[in-house]
Nanobody, 123 residues
Framework: QVQLVESGGGLVQAGGSLRLSCAAS????????MGWFRQAPGKEREFVAA???????YYADSVKGRFTISRDNAKSTVYLQMNSLKPEDTAVYYC?????????????????WGQGTQVTVSY
């Protein structure tokens, strides 16, 4: 049984930083791409960042230069370092485990999802 458990969300002021973590279990972590998505109130879930099995990274334009995705295969954990946070970054953030080793911006390329962690950025 594959499980993804996110942590690290919270309330932060604009301009601040947070680091999200997602601990995976139940499959060979290093063999699969990992991604982060988010869903703001009243909006559809959207792609944030992804990392392939060999640590190639991809970002949404809205977070490029501010967010960094990374993975630690020894710990079966993927991270999302979020700097220079803006109020529009407020959302529930989900990590997801890919269907293959290739990173993707599409939700349908991810098989397993975490329960989400709330990030709130105040003015």
């Amino acid at each position: 049984q594959v499980q993804l458990v996110e942590s690290g969300g919270g309330l932060v002021q604009a301009g601040g930083s947070l680091r999200l973590s997602c601990a995976a279990s139940g499959r060979t972590f290093r063999s699969y791409a990992m991604g982060w998505f988010r869903q703001a109130p009243g909006k559809e879930r959207e792609f944030v960042a992804a990392v392939s099995w060999n640590s190639n990274t991809y970002y949404a334009d809205s977070v490029k230069g501010r967010f960094t995705i990374s993975r630690d295969n020894a710990k079966s954990t993927v991270y999302l370092q979020m700097n220079s946070l803006k109020p529009e970054d407020t959302a529930v953030y989900y990590c997801a485990s890919g269907t293959t080793w290739e990173a993707s911006v599409a939700e349908y390329d991810y098989t397993y999802w975490g329960q989400g962690t709330q990030v709130t950025v105040s003015y």
